[in-house]
């Protein structure tokens, strides 16, 4: 089988590198940075130097591809619109001349915005809360316009992302010891790369159709998975200041029966500390 990664960065990466692992695939990847030719080329069979609104070389990368994956990531907010919703309209406007049978694309849990800490699903009418997020929201639905019986659109909305060289302790070590705003007890929803990956190879092998939280089991607030990894790593605790409005980018807790129903097994349902 033949798949294309548009965009292969921390998730990118590690799929391309599964990929070829496993033997079945033959990986084409992207990326935006020449200097990374070099390293991708050792999880790739091609490795094209290309942007997301590039129509002509998209249609060049697609030839004889079976299943794209879109795993973009904005290299700052003024670049959201630009990463995502332009690669998107453009990967729409050439599919229907392409051989691809399947999208994947890793979105985020942040679309859902301010649901006040409320369990969501899919089904769930979405409130994002910034620009970005309302970018986020139509590049999903530019993407789900190609869905057909024989085109399958897949999202996977991923909830925080963490893993090797990406540990709880390196995205909260440098919070240690301050002082937070809010009490901290919104929900915070994570999933393992180990969890991406492989939910990625099922949703290949399944064909899967359609929106999928991809979150793990814990439901965990943002003060219990703080104080864990403070006192794992014997780092100063945190404290709270309830005077102060929260600043996160989104109030949900995130449902993850559906990809469970489909028969997808986590393989952490629990955080790793």
Not at 9 to 31: E, I, L, P, R
Not at 55 to 61: A, Q
Request: proline share 2%; aromatic share 6%.
């Amino acid at each position: 089988m033949n798949v294309a990664i548009i965009g292969c960065g921390y998730v990118g990466y590690a799929v391309a590198d599964f990929c070829q692992q496993k033997m079945t695939y033959q990986v084409s990847v992207t990326t935006t940075s020449p200097e990374r030719v070099q390293s991708l080329q050792a999880v790739a069979q091609r490795v094209t130097v290309l942007q997301g609104n590039d129509s002509v070389g998209l249609k060049s990368l697609l030839k004889n591809q079976d299943v794209v994956l879109l795993s973009v990531g904005a290299n700052a907010a003024s670049t959201y619109e630009e990463t995502y919703l332009h690669t998107a309209k453009s990967l729409v406007s050439i599919l229907k001349e392409t051989s691809v049978k399947q999208v994947i694309y890793t979105g985020t849990c942040t679309v859902y915005g301010e649901q006040y800490g409320a369990l969501v699903n899919e089904e769930t009418s979405l409130a994002p809360m910034t620009a970005n997020g309302q970018i986020l929201k139509e590049t999903e639905e530019v993407l789900l316009s190609a869905s057909s019986e024989k085109m399958h659109v897949c999202i996977l909305r991923l909830g925080g992302i963490y893993g090797r060289n990406r540990e709880l302790v390196k995205i909260y070590g440098r919070i240690a010891g301050t002082t937070r705003p809010g009490n901290g007890e919104e929900p915070v929803n994570w999933i393992h790369l180990d969890d991406i990956v492989s939910a990625i190879d099922f949703a290949v092998g399944h064909r899967l159709q359609g929106i999928y939280n991809l979150v793990d089991d814990a439901y965990l607030s943002n003060r219990e998975i703080i104080n864990q990894v403070c006192e794992v790593n014997n780092l100063p605790k945190v404290t709270w200041d309830a005077s102060q409005k929260s600043n996160r980018a989104y109030n949900a807790k995130i449902s993850n029966q559906k990809i469970k129903d489909a028969g997808y097994k986590l393989i952490h349902p629990q955080m790793i500390f």
